[in-house]
């Protein structure tokens, strides 16, 4: 069975400090892979996707990068944080079988303070 | 950006009781997927509506989908205490060209079953 795997679970940093959150995928092969940011109370906001190794697409300008350094892995980064970088930062991953079907699979997120 | 609008924001009720949940979005979708949250968690997948849909059904969970007026709605009956979490609808949109599973999110309803 597929299990995808996230951590850490909490994280807190100082500003200026560099980030680097971790995802695994097990159990699928070429998967897609993605990063959401949750604010409090909010719904998510997708950051990166991906549709293959190498291959990283940003859905909004910010602070962060990504980087898929292998099938099933991807990498959340910056290089200094800001205060607005903190939040629950969740991955997730999906194949598309068919038109109309994908569902995505989440990590258990990782909560980020920047203090 | 997000989509999504849901209502209510937040619901409280007894246990046995009916629970519904509405989602409306703004553009043409290849289906909406209704997700729960634990506090704190990540996010589970609940069920999938494709856009030529109109209802579905799993186990206590009734989704319907009205494409013409871009919204949905999630019922859950006979509600117990463990259904206590954030629901959230998610779009899958159908912007002309492979959407790779990227999903808008909507802001959730926190749903609190009283035992």
């Known amino acids: 069975s597929q299990t995808i795997h996230q951590w850490p679970a909490t994280l807190v940093q100082p500003v200026g400090s560099p980030l680097s959150l971790e995802c695994t995928v097990e159990g699928t092969s070429n998967p897609n892979l993605y990063w959401y940011r949750q604010a409090a109370g909010r719904g998510l906001q997708l950051l990166f996707y991906s549709v293959g190794i190498g291959q990283i697409s940003s859905e909004v300008p910010q602070n962060l990068s990504a980087s898929r350094p292998q099938d099933r892995q991807f990498i959340l980064s910056s290089k200094k944080l800001l205060l607005s970088d903190s939040g629950f930062y969740l991955c997730a991953w999906s194949v598309w079988e068919h038109f109309g079907d994908t569902e995505a699979f989440f990590g258990q997120g990782t909560r980020l303070t920047v203090v | 950006s997000q989509q999504g609008e849901e209502d209510p924001q937040a619901l409280s009720i007894q246990e046995g009781e009916n629970a519904t949940m509405n989602c409306s979005y703004k553009?043409?979708?290849?289906?909406l997927q209704w997700y729960r949250q634990n506090s704190g968690r990540g996010l589970v997948h609940l069920i999938l509506i494709r856009s030529n849909e109109r209802e579905k059904h799993s186990g206590r969970l009734r989704v319907t989908l009205d494409t013409s007026k871009k919204s949905s709605s999630l019922l859950i009956t006979a509600s117990r205490a463990a259904d206590t979490a954030s629901y959230f609808c998610a779009t899958e949109g159908n912007a002309g060209g492979t959407s790779y599973g990227k999903l808008t999110f909507g802001q959730g309803t926190i749903l609190t079953v009283h035992p």
């Open positions: 553009t043409s979708i290849n289906n």
